[in-house]
């Protein structure tokens, strides 16, 4: 959904399976901007309505959006941009002329209706340990600036995002059992985990029924997950995220602007809204 929207696809070029097609990661939601031509005899007001709409299709704003740079894990990791990559990336933004700029700068920009050119603003999701290593140095060559949206119980230290665990126990373990029976808030996960194959579509299977579950049930289950796998619960420290001193530090440097990206990166809709209010205003904090 978002690739056909980024790539003005029209609808008869996607087919029904595409369409089909569920993410529990990125729901889809499908809407329409109309916009009602200005009339011959239109208003002043219509004629100004459209003045606006061709300054504004003059110009175009893109918010990159990264996780991890670095190694990929895994054939699924989907989330890591290779560093080598991720430089050649900035470097074209900056060879190619582009306006790279703060998030709220862009914001205000669009706002206010001041934005020309190519605009793009960079942000890097969750706040792993990569920002120094890889993110910082390249940003800094090119002189550009970026928001790194941070999940409050990572910076505790010692944490594991559920997702690299899944991968670590039955991606990266050297053996694991034939087969994974795993209760899941009630739901009884039982899928073949001998091959490869098998361990990627369990995999598949398990990011599904995890990513909805309150975060003390998903702990529940990840401790679980370790314990058939025999991987123990060890941080993997090229999967980590930053600790507060480490994020600190970022916060310092120009250019650099820190977000809140929810206390336990739950699914938020699916909370109570007591509960969505409590995650966000304790990760602000």
Not at 164 to 171: I, P, S, T, Y
Not at 218 to 234: D, K, P, Q, S, V
Request: with cysteine.
């Amino acid at each position: 959904g978002r690739a056909a929207c980024l790539d003005r696809m029209p609808v008869h070029e996607l087919t029904q399976e595409q369409f089909d097609v569920r993410d529990p990661y990125f729901p889809v939601v499908y809407t329409v901007r109309a916009v009602k031509p200005a009339s011959p005899g239109g208003s002043r007001a219509a004629a100004r309505g459209a003045g606006v709409l061709a300054r504004a299709s003059a110009s175009a704003a893109a918010v990159l959006t990264y996780h991890r740079i670095g190694d990929r894990a895994h054939e699924a990791d989907d989330l890591t941009v290779p560093a080598g990559e991720f430089a050649a990336q900035m470097r074209h933004l900056r060879d190619a002329g582009y306006q790279v700029m703060a998030l709220d700068q862009m914001a205000a920009s669009l706002s206010g209706g001041t934005l020309s050119g190519r605009a793009v603003s960079l942000t890097f999701d969750d706040g792993y340990t990569d920002a120094w290593s890889h993110v910082v140095p390249v940003l800094a060559s090119c002189g550009f600036p970026a928001t790194f949206f941070i999940v409050g119980a990572a910076l505790e230290g010692g944490y594991e995002f559920w997702w690299d665990a899944v991968d670590r126990v039955l991606l990266s373990s050297p053996a694991v059992p034939a087969r994974l029976e795993l209760q899941l808030a009630g739901d009884l996960l039982d899928v073949p985990t001998a091959t490869r194959a098998q361990r990627l579509a369990a995999r598949a299977a398990l990011m599904e029924r995890l990513y909805p579950l309150e975060h003390e049930a998903r702990a529940t289950a990840i401790r679980a997950l370790a314990r058939w796998g025999g991987a123990g619960l060890a941080e993997d420290p090229a999967r980590r995220p930053m600790t507060a001193g480490e994020v600190a530090r970022l916060a310092a440097r120009p250019g650099v602007t820190i977000g809140a990206h929810s206390q336990h990166h739950e699914q938020l809709p699916r909370l109570t809204h007591a509960a969505r209010l409590a995650d966000l205003r304790t990760c602000r904090s």
